[in-house]
T-cell receptor
Framework: SAVISQKPSRDICQRGTSLTIQCQVD?????MFWYRQQPGQSLTLIAT?????????ESGFVIDKFPISRPNLTFSTLTVSNMSPEDSSIYLC?????????FGSGTRLTVV | GESVGLHLPTLSVQEGDNSIINCAYS??????FIWYKQESGKGPQFIID?????DKRQGQRVTVLLNKTVKHLSLQIAATQPGDSAVYFC???????????FGKGTLLTVNP
């Protein structure tokens, strides 16, 4: 399966600041997704990262708050903007490859 | 999967027992289903999958059962081991957009 490197693995940030999370895949993949996992809860899809075009956001998530870039088929970034304590979550990158759906190890974000 | 709740269902078993974890999904158009295992501090790890044209699939120590009539999925783990302790999520794919919807998750605790 595809190997995903996600950075940073964790961070503690001040409210009002922004954090950019990187997702690097070891092979070209067509589909890349970003998920949020709030404490003690399941995974919720934020958006589909589209190569060369704007991401497709799910209901409740907007580009101004979660801008996403995908410059090529192996890399994507998710920015959490103007953070508040409610943004404290694990953020996960996921890809679809021939081997199926694979997840990164996640970025554990704490906003203070 | 169902909408996310605030508290994870829990299942506690003795080492060596068989475990059964259940999941309900809501999208009758879902055609592909996956079970994931998530250990603390890690991303979801693929366990087993099943397509909608099947009702049972077996892996190593794991079996997935699919009942499309009642939109129910189960994961059976044989001879449960302490290393199986984790949160287990089901996920379903609702169509051609490759997006996964996750269930609530179940916390499995294996007692030695």
């Amino acid at each position: 399966s595809a190997v995903i490197s996600q950075k940073p693995s964790r961070d503690i940030c001040q409210r009002g600041t922004s954090l950019t999370i990187q997702c690097q895949v070891d092979s070209q993949v067509t589909m890349m997704f970003w998920y949020r996992q709030q404490p003690g809860q399941s995974l919720t899809l934020i958006a589909t990262a589209n190569q060369g075009s704007e991401a497709t956001y799910e209901s409740g998530f907007v580009i101004d708050k979660f801008p996403i870039s995908r410059p090529n088929l192996t890399f994507s970034t998710l920015t959490v903007s103007n953070m508040s304590p409610e943004d404290s979550s694990i953020y996960l990158c996921s890809v679809v490859s021939r081997a199926g759906y694979t997840f990164g190890s996640g970025t554990r974000l704490t906003v203070v | 999967g169902e909408s996310v709740g605030l508290h994870l269902p829990t299942l506690s078993v003795q080492e060596g027992d068989n475990s059964i974890i259940n999941c309900a999904y809501s999208n009758s158009a879902s055609d592909y289903f996956i079970w994931y295992k998530q250990e603390s501090g890690k991303g979801p790890q693929f366990i087993i999958d099943i397509r909608s044209n099947m009702d049972k699939r077996q892996g190593q120590r794991v079996t997935v059962l699919l009942n499309k009539t009642v939109k129910h999925l189960s994961l059976q783990i044989a001879a449960t081991q302490p290393g199986d302790s984790a949160v287990y999520f089901c996920a379903d794919r609702g169509g051609s957009n490759y997006k996964l919807t996750f269930g609530k998750g179940t916390l499995l605790t294996v007692n030695p």
